[in-house]
């Protein structure tokens, strides 16, 4: 069970706006940067966020993110059939002294 | 452009040993800390260890801590990954990655490199 935790799944129509969170503590969200990965199926992961809010060169505005405590979350807005993948959330933990992924969320572009 | 080429994947037997080669290019392979990150194919990402530009500091996720060695050879633009007393629970997907944006941000990942335990 990872300490990051994420939901499964969510899912949305095309156009639609979908969001999905990644909870923590206070030694991890708390207190480092969460980064957010995207793995399209049968591909590596892709940097998708960076420092809680920040997209890479190259990364459409239609994705967004926050910090709040020890929660994350990363939305999509104007949900694209490109956009059918799954999402990592990732912090450092100051504890364990390790990086931690979340259990990864699977969006489905209905 | 920058370029990571994982190497070394295969199958071995349970309590074998195994080293994973990640070939770097495009970029002052030096002055970055290098990580490996694996996945059960199906499933989430694991964070496996990670080492600093000069190869002096290293961090191990608990569950390789001591099967598992990461080296890296700047000469030649290599980080390495020496695992020892395989188990099932090692078979992935094994990713080299770099860190590149803001902090422990993976902004470039290797293709991944299979390695598969099994008697």
């Known amino acids: 069970q990872s300490l990051l935790t994420q939901p499964p799944s969510t899912s949305g129509t095309p156009g639609q706006r979908v969001s999905m969170s990644?909870?923590?503590?206070?030694?991890?969200?708390?207190?480092?940067?969460?980064?957010?990965?995207q793995q399209l199926p049968g591909a590596a992961p892709k940097l998708l966020i960076f420092s809680d809010r920040q997209r890479p060169s190259g990364v459409s505005d239609r994705f967004s993110a926050s910090k709040s405590d020890t929660s994350a979350s990363l939305a999509i807005s104007g949900l694209q059939s490109e956009d059918e993948a799954d999402y990592y959330c990732a912090a450092w933990d100051d504890s364990l002294n390790v990086l931690l992924f979340g259990g990864g969320t699977k969006v489905t572009v209905l | 452009e920058v370029q990571l080429v994982e190497s070394g994947g295969g199958v071995v037997q349970p309590g074998g040993s195994l080293r994973l080669s990640c070939a770097a290019s495009g970029f002052p392979f030096r002055s970055y800390w290098m990580h490996w990150v694996r996945q059960v194919p199906g499933r989430g990402?694991?964070?496996?260890?990670?080492?600093?530009?000069?190869?002096?500091?290293?961090?191990?996720?608990?569950?390789?801590?001591?099967?598992?060695?990461?080296?890296?050879?700047?000469?030649?633009?290599?980080?390495?990954?020496?695992?020892?007393?395989?188990?099932?629970?090692?078979?992935?997907?094994?990713?080299?990655?770099?860190?590149?944006?803001?902090?422990?941000?993976?902004?470039?990942?290797?293709?991944?490199?299979?390695?598969?335990?099994?008697s």
């Open chain 2, 45 to 118: 990402l694991a964070w496996v260890a990670r080492i600093d530009g000069d190869g002096r500091k290293t961090n191990y996720a608990d569950s390789v801590k001591g099967r598992v060695t990461i080296s890296r050879d700047n000469a030649k633009g290599t980080v390495s990954l020496q695992m020892y007393s395989l188990s099932v629970d090692d078979s992935a997907i094994y990713y080299c990655v770099r860190v590149g944006l803001g902090w422990l941000a993976f902004d470039s990942w290797g293709q991944g490199t299979l390695v598969t335990v099994s």
């Open chain 1, 22 to 37: 990644c909870t923590g503590g206070s030694s991890n969200i708390g207190r480092n940067v969460v980064n957010w990965y």
